[in-house]
């Protein structure tokens, strides 16, 4: 059976951190950018060779970070009558035949949990949503074996405690931001970092629908970043949850702000209540080609 990946070319430099379990269960150098390609590659069972993710069954083509791919569908244009569009992933990751897949835009809004304040992201809805709801939504039988099983460690907010989980869909950790974006997002400088602007996003069509909101920055809402990033004057931007629990707020946070509030004494991410709707970004480790 052939599948095709379509990868955009973009130039982003991230950082690489190995975080899996397993991949493939279904019961549970940078250009700019300019062109799409095709990328057809074999993932007959039979046909992959053996990687580092012991049940591995279906491979997706090579990747390099800052691609963006194609991979799974979810309702994005608010209009369901023409089914569901192609979801599209950035490439945070790459190594040991598997890639850290972030999704590009906020595909949904939806509170991290409907008790606010005393879920960890253990027993949050958002987890059990990402997990069921979106993933048996997002990806076809096809799909499913490409994605890894991924173990998790998650701070606890308000205590040095963690929690372990196992996860094929997840949100990344205030920790991860550092790891695969180049920023001081406490910084009362306001220095981005040369990746930092690939934290700003826009919600889908959809996800606004759903109770997102899309801020234009600007010399008005965003002063500071639009004059170190003019390139990012009129971007669409909106919040999107983290996985530490939402009602707590730190330099860990719970929500990027995505740079378009103003520097304070210190910059940190702002935080919502955990049962207050937010913009949902996943992320999925998925087995690929070396």
């Known amino acids: 059976m052939k599948k095709t990946t379509r990868i955009l070319a973009a130039s982003m430099a991230l950082a690489m951190l190995p975080a899996l379990a397993a991949c493939g269960s279904k019961d549970s150098d940078g250009t700019e950018e300019t062109e799409v390609q095709e990328i057809s590659g074999n993932v007959d069972a039979d046909d992959t060779e053996d990687t580092e993710s012991p049940e591995a069954s279906l491979m997706l083509p090579a990747v390099n970070v800052g691609d963006t791919i194609v991979f799974g569908s979810y309702e994005q244009d608010n209009d369901s009558s023409n089914g569901a569009e192609d979801l599209e992933w950035i490439v945070l990751a790459d190594e040991n035949g598997k890639a ?24 949050s809805d958002m987890r059990a949503w990402l997990n069921e709801d979106f993933y048996e939504s997002a990806f076809d039988e096809e799909d499913m074996p490409s994605i890894c099983q991924t173990e998790l460690t998650t701070k606890v907010p308000g205590v040095s405690d963690y929690v372990t989980t196992t996860d094929k869909v997840f949100l990344l ?8 974006f ?10 981005l970092g040369e990746c930092a602007p690939a934290l700003i996003t826009s919600a889908t069509e959809y996800a606004l629908a759903n109770g997102c909101y899309n801020t234009v920055l600007n010399g008005r809402s965003a002063a500071e ?13 909106e919040m999107w949850w983290v996985r530490e629990t939402g009602s707590i707020v730190g330099l860990t946070g719970d929500t990027i702000g995505n740079v378009n509030w103003q520097p304070g004494e210190s910059l940190i991410p702002l935080s919502r209540r955990a049962n207050v709707a937010m913009g949902v970004r996943p992320a999925i480790w998925v087995a690929v080609e070396d």
């Open 182 to 191: 180049e920023f001081d997002y406490w910084d009362e400088t306001y220095h």
């Open 100 to 123: 850290l897949l972030l999704s590009k835009y906020i595909i949904d809004c939806q509170v991290f949990d409907a008790d606010d304040g005393s879920s960890t992201w253990e027993d």
């Open 173 to 180: 950790s205030g920790e991860d931001l550092g790891t695969y």
């Open 225 to 237: 970043t639009v004059a170190a990033h003019p390139e990012l004057d009129g971007q669409m931007s």
